[in-house]
């Protein structure tokens, strides 16, 4: 039997504020399209089914499974990875600086899906309560951490504006978290 040639797509998107081209078939998955066609290895996969959130993008700003989203509905898009997270100029944004300064993070597998999807709720939501900021995570599944580190990362983050990051001001917001967060954070030695 003879096997027919696939059509192959040119997608245009705007990557992480930069448009960027590929080719690829029309069932090819979003995720799959900004990992081997583009580069954007943070984009991770786990679950394939969207259940894990590993792979979670923003498209125009909303937080989406990108392993359930066709590459070819990106065409002329903003897509945004964890590569594009930080403001330009910075190594790291607020966010991702407390995720640092909490250690919300064990192996790193399901950390860049769980940051876009904190990036769109905290622009929603710049003020969240824990109960908001636990069932917003109530759609990823870490299975390292026990979430209490991300908690009280995203708690913080919140409370934090996106400043121009040089070296003395990483030191501040390195050292710099609210009497909330201290508060958890000596309960959550207490546990231990």
Known sequence: MKKLPHALHTITLRLNGIERSGECEPRTLLSDFLRYRLGATGVHVGCEHGV????????????????????????????????????AGKKLSALQLAFRRHHALQCGFCTPGILMSCADFLNRVPDPSETQVREML???LCR?????????????????????????????????????????????????
Do not use: F, K, M, W
Request: proline share 5%; aromatic share 2%; glycine share 10%.
């Open 144 to 192: 390292c951490t026990g979430y209490s580190n991300i908690v009280a990362a995203i708690l913080e983050a919140a409370g934090i504006p996106d400043v121009e990051t040089t070296p003395e001001s990483a030191a501040t917001l390195e050292t710099a978290a609210s009497p909330e967060v201290e508060a958890q954070r000596s309960s959550n030695s207490a546990d231990v």
């Open 138 to 140: 109530s759609g990823h």
């Open 52 to 87: 894990c959130g590993a792979c979670t993008v923003t498209i125009d700003g909303v937080a989406q499974r990108s392993c359930l989203t066709l590459a070819v509905t990106g065409e002329g898009r903003d897509v945004n990875t964890v590569e594009g997270l930080a403001p």
